[in-house]
Every structure is written in structure tokens, then in C-alpha cells.
């Protein structure tokens, strides 16, 4: 019941479901979504923009956390007063957008990551598991939350730096090795691993409607969802003319974007 293209009007869905099944979750316990007649996107959506809202909330509180964690408590209230007086996050946070949603889940990561350079033993374990959640999350969202996969890899690079490439180059030396902080290389590989895995999974659960099923543990994708995604690709890339992307003909991925909202 909760399927997007179970909706006869719905010819295509290409946003995250776990934003849709998390308000309508919250939605019913509110007793704002009821069956039958009542049960209308007009009720259900004034809880999906408070969730929204809760979330960009969360948001300001992640930015401050990974501002003291790069550097100090006063950096991360000025990151976090930054973000919150930002325009578009605000305006985003107004609406039952994905984007807020994301951008919990992508700083999450980042988050996350940044401990798991500098942890080790059970720690280490459970950082990559939730670094894995949260990239699964994320992915739940929008599908190019994917992107954020790219954060463990480098921080997998930056343990190795930390933690081995220094120890090798005093042995080649012959000074005395740095005490090791980390793990080997071969655990830290089998913690990224991990953290794959568990996004796999966690995005097997939370978008369902991605996959053909019937089981969990089918991985196939549904080719209904997957002709969305290649569709939306073609809108974005110009091979396709179709109106709302048509003031995107012609310009610079990333770049565009980056000067509209500066």
C-alpha cells in the first residue's frame, strides 16, 4: 500500500522513500492520516513539512558537530549559525522536500567518517556500520545520495596515511616506528566492506520499491524504477526536451548549480 506507482496518477517516482514512509509513520500516530476517504496527500502533508523541518534542525546540530570536530566548539557554532542563516536551506526546510532529509544523512557521514579515521578496536566496527546506515539512508532519500560512498573510501585512505605510511617510512629509515593507533590494512578494508554491505541493505529496506522482491534478500532491480532513474537522466542531461529541465540546456554540471546558490 505504501508503493508510489500503486497510485494510478503516479506514472513515475524518482524521490527516496524513506521520507515518504517516515511521515506517513508519523502522520498516522498523529491520527492526521485516516483511512478511507479522509486519507489525502492535503492531510498528510503539514506533517511532512514539520518532519522536514525537524530535520534541517538536526542538520544545524550535525554542521556544529563537524565543525568541532575539525576544529573547535567556537568553529562549530559559527558553521552551525552559518548554515542556519542560510537562504536555501531554510526555504527547502519549508516544504516536504527530500533535500533536508539528505543532508542529514550525507553530513552523518561525514561525521561518522571523521571518527573512524582515528578509531580503532570496537569503536572502529561501529562507526563503519553506521557510516554504512547512514550512506543506505541517504541513497533512501535521493538516489544520487550514492555519491556520498565516496566519503569512507577517502577515509579509509586517510587511516592508511595515518596509521601505516608513517610507520613504513621510519622503518625504512631505521628510526623507531611510530606507536600504531589503527588497525591493518586488511581490517580497515574489511570495515569499508562492512559499511558497504550495510548500505546495501539498509537502502534494500528502506526503498523497497528499487527492487523486484519479493524477498529481502532479492537484490534485482525493479526495471520500472530503474526506467525512472535513466528517464530523469535524460531529462537532466538535455537528451531528452522536456520543459523543467529546459533552463539546464547548455550549462556546466555542479558549476551551475554552485553559482545559482552563491
Known amino acids: 500500500p505504501l508503493n508510489p506507482y500503486n497510485d494510478g496518477e503516479t506514472n513515475s517516482y524518482v524521490y527516496g522513500t524513506f521520507p ?16 478511507g476517504p479522509g486519507n489525502s496527500y492535503a492531510a498528510t502533508v503539514v506533517s511532512g513539512r514539520q518532519v522536514t523541518a525537524a530535520f534541517d534542525v538536526l542538520t544545524i546540530f550535525l554542521v ?25 536551506p531554510t526555504q527547502l526546510a519549508h516544504f516536504w522536500a527530500m533535500d533536508p532529509f539528505l543532508n542529514v544523512f550525507a553530513l552523518l557521514t561525514l561525521l561518522l567518517s571523521v571518527h573512524w579515521v582515528r578509531a580503532d578496536g570496537g569503536r572502529a566496527w561501529l562507526l563503519a556500520v553506521g557510516i554504512g546506515a547512514s550512506i543506505g539512508l541517504a541513497t533512501a532519500c535521493k538516489v544520487n545520495g550514492a555519491i556520498f560512498a565516496a566519503i569512507p573510501v577517502l577515509a ?22 611510530p606507536p600504531r593507533h ?4 586488511l581490517t580497515d578494508l574489511s570495515m569499508l566492506c562492512l559499511a558497504g554491505a550495510v548500505s ?14 519479493p524477498n529481502v534478500w532479492d537484490f534485482a ?27 539546464f540546456a547548455g550549462t556546466t554540471p555542479f558549476l551551475t548549480a554552485l553559482r545559482n546558490i552563491t
Open 156 to 177: 579509509f585512505a586517510v587511516r592508511i596515511a595515518l596509521h601505516d605510511i608513517r610507520r613504513l617510512g621510519a622503518r625504512w629509515s631505521g628510526g623507531e616506528a
Open 182 to 185: 589503527g588497525s591493518a590494512w
Open 64 to 88: 556544529f558537530l563537524l565543525g568541532r570536530a575539525f576544529g573547535s566548539r567556537r568553529l562549530g557554532l559559527l558553521a552551525a549559525l552559518l548554515y542556519a542563516l542560510a537562504v536555501l
Open 221 to 247: 532491480l525493479n526495471q520500472r524504477w530503474w526506467d525512472d532513474i535513466q528517464r530523469e537522466r535524460d531529462f537532466q542531461q538535455g537528451n531528452v526536451d522536456y520543459p523543467p529541465f529546459v533552463q
Open 20 to 35: 515518504l514512509f517516515l511521515v506517513k509513520a508519523v502522520a498516522t500516530l498523529r491520527g492526521d492520516d485516516p483511512p
Open 200 to 213: 546495501l541493505l539498509v537502502f534494500r529496506i528502506a526503498q523497497p520499491y528499487a527492487f523486484a522482491g
